[in-house]
């Protein structure tokens, strides 16, 4: 008997769901490298997912029914099933946006945090 696939989505959103309550704190540097890796897969993943775009598009493989048969086999492996090229490739960056979502966190907390510094700190400030 097989397992069932870990739903990734929940994990990130738990991950997310941690960090928002402060038990989970992941350094700024590691964070940045994460962000930036996650960046360059994305990349790659919608890449692929365009050329999976452009197998659904081509053209019948001759006047030959077996030609037609696998053009269509193709045209199906690449797009319009649930166990479609695009979308498992999709399923793949919902995950990684997931993931960034919780790298930029840190980034937007530390703007967050130097902006409000920056607020008290004009507002001691006596006018010149």
């Not at 769901?17 to 992941?26: F, P, R, V």
């Amino acid at each position: 008997m097989s397992e069932s696939p870990p739903d990734l989505i929940t994990h990130w959103q738990g991950l997310n769901a941690l960090a928002e309550a402060g038990t989970l704190i992941i350094p700024a540097d590691v964070a940045a490298k994460c962000d930036a890796a996650c960046d360059v897969y994305l990349a790659h993943l919608e890449k692929m997912q365009a050329d999976a775009r452009k197998l659904s598009e081509t053209k019948s493989w001759g006047d030959m029914k077996s030609a037609q048969d696998l053009q269509r086999r193709f045209a199906r492996l690449a797009t319009g099933k649930d166990t479609s090229l695009d979308v498992i490739l999709q399923q793949h960056i919902d995950v990684i946006e997931s993931m960034r979502m919780l790298f930029r966190r840190y980034f937007d907390e530390t703007t967050d945090t130097d902006d409000l510094t920056s607020s008290n700190i004009t507002a001691l400030t006596p006018e010149n």
